[in-house]
């Protein structure tokens, strides 16, 4: 090893040691990346699994069943994880123990008492009116609704070791572990039995995250702060976090609406093959953004931190910081789609998935654009203008929705890709005059 290498290991040991801004931020980020590239990488590897060995059709019919079932999960959360983040990093700055353990109680409890009567709603709604669906479809759906509870419990105990500033730990047991786990059931499925349905698929995913949960609350029971196992008095703030909540669930549900309108419309408007392909379009093109939302998982505890501070010079060090370190990670993905993904699709997935080429270039383009704006949602929930970010995501939503009802029945997964791309960058360029009008904070990478 030359003296240069050795010098610059050393130069770099020495920023990751110790407690101060900088050290925590490389490495919370080197290991929130690391995650984040794992994750992309496994949640790619599943679609490539599931899309071939289920087919077009068998693919559409998990994805149209997981993206409703998404759906379902989010009011069942009411907005709680990412009001855990936020009040556990409070609650741990002001060493309020008895509110800290307060909030992670009541918070399980609520969100357990919603989810199940979300699924038991779904369960009757399926019973009663699961007539005129396909028996693949209604059997899919039917165990997706166990992925209600464990989701959501799961994102609830990921949230808090985040709020803890153990973003590593809160980020694998649902971002690494759950893929990983399914990829391993799956494969051991098809390759003992040679095929595999949708509805097993789904099962199979529904075991995986029961696994994931576990061992999520195990990673966070090791991590909590000393001073709560001496079991403080639990304190209650169940009014005021809960009149916090409604605006984060609202937010929250939306951005999954943004999120799944598209794939729902393709399964309501057009065939499951088409759904099918769709799906792995929006696998590859995640690619781009898994950089962005690794920094994202980072920087947000530090958003609540320094701004319950004061510390305005610090949080536009983190928000440029963030945003150009974003756009140097998915710049270089986007380019090499926008050359050879034709070629990708047809290698890594089939050649029956070639036809998606189109909607992934349009899709890519709308990702760039929401990386280069940065963490403008992020930004305003972790600093309580949660109102501000809820008046974009309702008036993207509606735009979604009704952009989607004109263009899938006409151009399908084209259709589909446009009016993604068109609510991605509403969003995005209300999002930043927000943030620059209430916070004077610049979120673009210039």
């Known amino acids: 090893m030359n003296t240069a290498t050795f010098a610059l290991i050393t130069k770099l040991r020495g920023h990751l040691q110790g407690g101060g801004l900088k050290a925590q931020l490389l490495r919370g980020g080197i290991g929130s990346i690391a995650v984040k590239i794992a994750h992309t990488g496994l949640a790619f590897l599943l679609a490539v699994l599931l899309a071939r060995t289920l087919g077009p059709e068998g693919y559409g019919i998990y994805s149209f069943a997981f993206a409703l079932v998404s759906l379902m999960a989010v009011p069942s959360q009411l907005g709680l994880p990412e009001l855990m983040v936020r009040e556990t990093a409070k609650a741990q700055a002001h060493e309020q123990w008895g509110l800290l353990r307060g909030l992670w109680r009541w918070s399980s409890l609520t969100v357990w008492g919603f989810s199940s009567l979300i699924a038991l709603a779904a369960l009757t709604g399926i019973w009663l009116f699961g007539d005129g669906m396909g028996n693949a479809q209604r059997q899919t759906l039917l165990v997706s609704l166990l992925l209600i509870p464990l989701v959501a419990l799961g994102n609830l105990r990921g949230a808090a070791l985040k709020g803890l500033r153990r973003v590593v730990l809160g980020q694998l047991p649902e971002s690494v572990l759950r893929p990983a786990i399914l990829i391993g059931l799956t494969s051991a499925i098809w390759l003992l039995v040679g095929s595999i349905t949708p509805m097993s698929a789904m099962g199979l995913h529904a075991i995986a995250a029961a696994v994931a949960f576990i061992i999520g609350a195990f990673l966070l029971w090791r991590a ?223």
């Open 224 to 446: 909590r702060p000393q001073s709560l196992g001496a079991s403080p008095t639990p304190q209650f703030q169940s009014r005021q976090w809960l009149s916090s909540a409604l605006p984060l669930a609202m937010i929250a549900g939306l951005q999954l609406i943004n999120n799944q309108t598209d794939i729902i419309m393709l399964g309501i408007f057009r065939s499951p093959e088409e759904v099918g392909v769709y799906k792995v379009v929006v696998a590859s093109a995640a690619f781009v953004t898994f950089g962005l939302q690794a920094v994202n998982a980072v920087v947000s505890p530090y958003f609540a931190k320094y701004y319950i501070e004061g510390d305005m010079m610090r949080f536009q060090t983190i928000v440029k910081l963030s945003t150009r370190a974003s756009l140097v990670m998915g710049l270089p993905v986007a380019s090499i789609f926008l050359l050879l993904g034709d070629q990708l699709l047809g290698v890594v997935f089939g050649e029956e998935y070639v036809a998606g080429y189109n909607a992934l270039m349009i899709i890519i383009i709308g990702q760039v654009v929401n990386v280069c704006v940065g963490l403008v949602g992020t930004i305003l929930v972790m600093t309580g203008n949660e109102k501000s970010s809820l008046f974009a995501l309702v008036v993207s939503s509606l735009v979604n929705v009704s952009l989607n009802v004109l263009l899938i029945p006409f151009y399908g997964i084209q259709g589909a890709a446009i009016a993604s791309v068109m609510t991605i960058m509403l969003w995005n360029f209300f999002m930043w005059h927000m943030v620059k009008k209430k916070l004077n904070i610049q979120t673009g990478f210039l």
